[in-house]
């Protein structure tokens, strides 16, 4: 269910074109060629919505103006039509059935009361000749805040009707990468074929580097990726040992379908379990993330590791395995997927936390994985889990990690473990398969 934000916690340009080739059967990434289109170039001035973090003074909201920028109604709705080097305007209603492509470093604005609509998703063709992860970026910006006026866009790479791509909602087709894309504002919503993350990889890719300053997203997995991070069989992210997701501020829904996490990794097959080297750090706003059978609602997908894991501050919920009734795979709310060969570090600083999972642990390990290491040091910290898995620490039939708690008040709930402190110093909750039953050692 949506909810608000607490107090609001919670330019000339070119466009270029493919040959006109249909996309190839296979799996891997069409290349964009450099064909010059006629692009009209408008000078009269549009003013948007800019955001930036800091430590000290949290999301810091900037009216801007941009003068030299493109119509993005003025580029055909052509096969492999793409965004290159600079700043685009949705200045009304437009729809895109043929996907629409991202080279460079693109800057969207989208005008109040209007709605890009982009049938077959949106693609970061970090594959392209000269192009890379790290150089392929799309930014998105609104003109406000307001729900029932700020810009709208629905970029479904299913609505062509089809389904056999394997493509990301925003994002790499099969075997790409994400790219960057950062939105910091509009109400925009991302929806992945099969195998395809909803922003971020496609099929057999790793997700991309995903920040989100503001407005509301809603992110939607193909099956078996992650709705933010990777298709199926992908990591968080590209990047290692630093962030590849980061949320400041907005409202983010992110809803996953099949084996991977709602925020995090996709699947993998159970021979290959797989390591991920990246970070998810959530700073503020309202999160709200749903997994649906073995992966994490934040982490990991199943067999695959989670990334590390920050909660400094906001408003997170994250539920795990909702609706599987097998039994056999479970990924915790925030942490690893079913059957991962580890789980990695999770920490939280502050802000409001919910958690729960069935046989996964609330906060921690998903069923049958290795456990981590879990620190809490701050916020209000809910953990529930409902079956055989502790509230924080092991899934059902997982090894135990290491729980710290030095600050906050923490709530974790079990079938044999209810606690409440306003400090707790030490408390581990596991699942004992010897004795069937949780513990608590305060």
Same mark, same amino acid.
């Not at 993005?72 to 200045?91: C, E, F, P, Q």
């Given at each position: ?95 895109? %059935? ?113 920040? &989100? ?27 290692? %040992? ?8 907005? /409202? ?133 889990? /409902?079956?055989?898995?502790?509230? &924080? ?6 090894? %135990? ?17 209810? /606690? ?23």
């Amino acid at each position: 269910m949506r909810k608000k934000i607490l107090g609001r916690i919670i330019s000339a340009v070119t466009a270029v074109v493919l040959s006109g080739a249909a996309p190839a059967a296979g799996g891997t990434a069409d290349i964009l060629r450099n064909t010059v289109v006629f692009a009209e170039e408008s000078n009269e001035s549009v003013k948007y919505l800019d955001r930036e973090w800091t430590k000290e003074n949290g999301i810091t909201t900037l009216q801007k103006t941009c003068t030299e920028y493109t119509k993005l109604s003025n580029l055909s709705d052509s096969i492999g039509v793409a965004m290159k080097d600079g700043w685009y305007v949705v200045d009304k209603n437009i729809t895109f %059935n043929n996907r629409l492509g991202v080279l460079g470093d693109v800057h969207l604005i989208i005008r109040d009361g209007c709605t890009l609509t982009c049938k077959d998703g949106i693609r970061l063709a970090t594959k392209n000749p000269g192009q890379s992860a790290s150089t392929v970026k799309l930014s998105i910006y609104s003109q406000s805040d307001e729900n029932d006026s700020m810009g709208i866009l629905k970029a479904d790479a299913t609505a062509d009707g089809t389904d056999d791509t394997k493509k990301a909602g925003i994002g790499g087709d099969e075997n790409e990468t994400g790219g960057t894309v950062s939105i910091y504002g509009g109400n925009i919503t991302a929806k992945g074929e099969i195998f395809g993350a909803g922003i971020g990889g496609g099929k057999d890719a790793n997700g991309g580097i995903v920040n &989100i300053y503001g407005g509301i997203v809603n992110a939607i997995a193909g099956s078996d990726g992650a709705a933010i991070g990777g298709g199926i069989h992908g990591a968080t992210s590209w990047v290692e %040992n630093r962030s590849g997701i980061n949320i400041y501020g907005g /409202e983010t829904y992110a809803t996953g379908h099949g084996f991977g996490a709602a925020i995090g990794s996709g699947e993998t097959i159970p021979d290959e379990k797989r390591s991920d080297l990246s970070e998810i750090h959530i700073y503020g706003g309202y999160v709200e993330a749903n997994a649906e059978v073995g992966g994490a609602a934040i982490g990991g997908g199943a067999h695959m590791e989670n990334p590390v894991i920050y909660i400094h501050d906001g408003v997170v919920r994250a539920e795990a395995a909702k609706i599987y009734e097998d039994g056999n795979y479970y990924g915790a709310g925030i942490g690893s997927g079913s059957d991962a060969p580890y789980t990695d570090k999770i920490f939280i600083y502050d802000g409001l936390v919910f958690a729960t999972s069935s046989d996964g642990a609330g906060i921690g390990s998903g069923r049958n994985s290795k456990g981590g290491d879990i620190y809490i040091d701050g916020g209000y910290v809910t953990a529930i889990a /409902e079956g055989g898995g502790a509230a &924080i620490g092991s899934g059902r039939d997982a090894d %135990n990690g290491y729980v710290l708690i030095e600050g906050g008040t923490v709530i974790a709930v079990s079938e044999m473990c209810i /606690e409440k402190s306003e400090y707790l110093k030490h408390m581990i909750s596991y699942y004992s398969p010897a004795s069937n039953k949780g513990k608590c050692i305060p």
